[in-house]
Nanobody, 124 residues
Framework: VQLQASGGGLVQAGGSLRLSCAAS??????????MGWFRQAPGKEREFVVA????????YYADSVKGRFTISRDNAKNTVFLRMNSLKPEDTAVYFC????????????????WGQGTQVTVSS
């Protein structure tokens, strides 16, 4: 399974971005992977942002992004989206998408596959 994250950029505080994570690999569709987004700011540890189950019916959000970020997925296109609204300077980080079999979790070590990351910078 390969993951390709995109959609990052520079935005002013209060603005919005939509990140995408495109999955490929012949096992992805059959693997019924849960997907997650994590982020890592300079000098900080990687932290959980949001996760979604294969069906899309269950989502998990970090408290810091609840009400501002929305995760969704299109399994027909093997793509997961992260809509980020009301962005704050503290959201600045490299955002990574990740995949795992089974349920979504908020623990990075639980994930089997990782994308390369996309930079999100929020200016004040």
């Amino acid at each position: 399974v390969q993951l390709q994250a995109s959609g990052g950029g520079l935005v002013q505080a209060g603005g919005s971005l939509r990140l995408s994570c495109a999955a490929s690999g012949r096992t992805f569709s059959s693997g019924r992977y849960a997907m997650g987004w994590f982020r890592q700011a300079p000098g900080k540890e990687r932290e959980f942002v949001v996760a979604i189950t294969w069906s899309g019916r269950t989502t998990y959000y970090a408290d810091s992004v609840k009400g501002r970020f929305t995760i969704s997925r299109d399994n027909a296109k093997n793509t997961v989206f992260l809509r980020m609204n009301s962005l704050k300077p503290e959201d600045t980080a490299v955002y990574f998408c990740a995949a795992r079999t089974g349920a979504g979790t908020d623990q990075a070590p639980d994930y089997d596959y990782w994308g390369q990351g996309t930079q999100v910078t929020v200016s004040s």
